[in-house]
T-cell receptor, first 115, second 112 residues
Framework: AQKVTQAQTEISVVEKEDVTLDCVYE???????LFWYKQPPSGELVFLIR??????QNEISGRYSWNFQKSTSSFNFTITASQVVDSAVYFC????????????FGAGTTVTVRA | NAGVTQTPKFRILKIGQSMTLQCTQD?????MYWYRQDPGMGLKLIYY???????DKGEVPNGYNVSRSTTEDFPLRLELAAPSQTSVYFC???????????FGSGTRLTVV
């Protein structure tokens, strides 16, 4: 069963538009961790954020913000005023005891920002 | 601080050849992982290790072997390369899965 679902395969926006990437996770554990990674066209995988299940506070880092809602098992990611450099594949991931020592990755969402 | 280093960055293999993808980390992480990423697709776990001398299969281990003789190194061996193994291979390490992974820059492998 898919533990992390990123329903949006591709999103295309024009520069300066906001874009929200959805991430829905599945776990029966009360303690777990959620992550977002970015993979730009150059190919490397870059860590963006880590959030534990006890911290539902939203987080903002520059133009990036994350909305964690346990009630809906979602950890959504918003890019405000998108720029061409935001074009990348974004992966959501889950760490929970049921999956042992491995992260469960979503399939990724490709974001294309057009100038 | 080098982080996770993968070599080579690119390689072309002929069908039936073998090779070893090297991965080394200098962060003293116990956990190490190998993933493959096919074009336009997500990450699939091949093998992982929770410490020196311990390895375990991921979801797509067939055609690959690993060893972990030291904390720093986690080489991935391809035996009898097949076109289906054409992919980008990522090595990652972690101090503990709850902290997430640090990824290497990847090895792009083409089997022809």
């Amino acid at each position: 069963a898919q533990k992390v679902t990123q329903a949006q395969t591709e999103i295309s926006v024009v520069e300066k538009e906001d874009v929200t990437l959805d991430c829905v996770y599945e776990t029966r554990d009360t303690t777990y961790y959620l992550f977002w990674y970015k993979q730009p066209p150059s190919g490397e995988l870059v860590f963006l954020i880590r959030r534990n299940s006890f911290d539902e506070q939203n987080e903002i880092s520059g133009r990036y913000s994350w909305n964690f809602q346990k009630s809906t098992s979602s950890f959504n990611f918003t890019i405000t005023a998108s720029q061409v450099v935001d074009s990348a594949v974004y992966f959501c991931a889950l760490s929970d005891p049921a999956n042992g020592d491995k992260l469960s990755f979503g399939a990724g969402t490709t974001v294309t920002v057009r100038a | 601080n080098a982080g996770v280093t993968q070599t080579p960055k690119f390689r072309i293999l002929k069908i039936g050849q073998s090779m070893t993808l090297q991965c080394t980390q200098d962060m003293n992480h116990n956990y190490m992982y190998w993933y493959r990423q096919d074009p336009g697709m997500g990450l699939k776990l091949i093998y992982y290790s929770v410490g020196a001398g311990i390895t375990d299969k991921g979801e797509v281990p067939n055609g690959y072997n690993v060893s972990r003789s030291t904390t720093e190194d986690f080489p991935l061996r391809l035996e009898l390369a097949a076109p289906s193994q054409t992919s980008v291979y990522f090595c990652a390490s972690s101090t503990g899965v709850h902290y997430g992974y640090t990824f290497g820059s990847g090895t792009r492998l083409t089997v022809v």
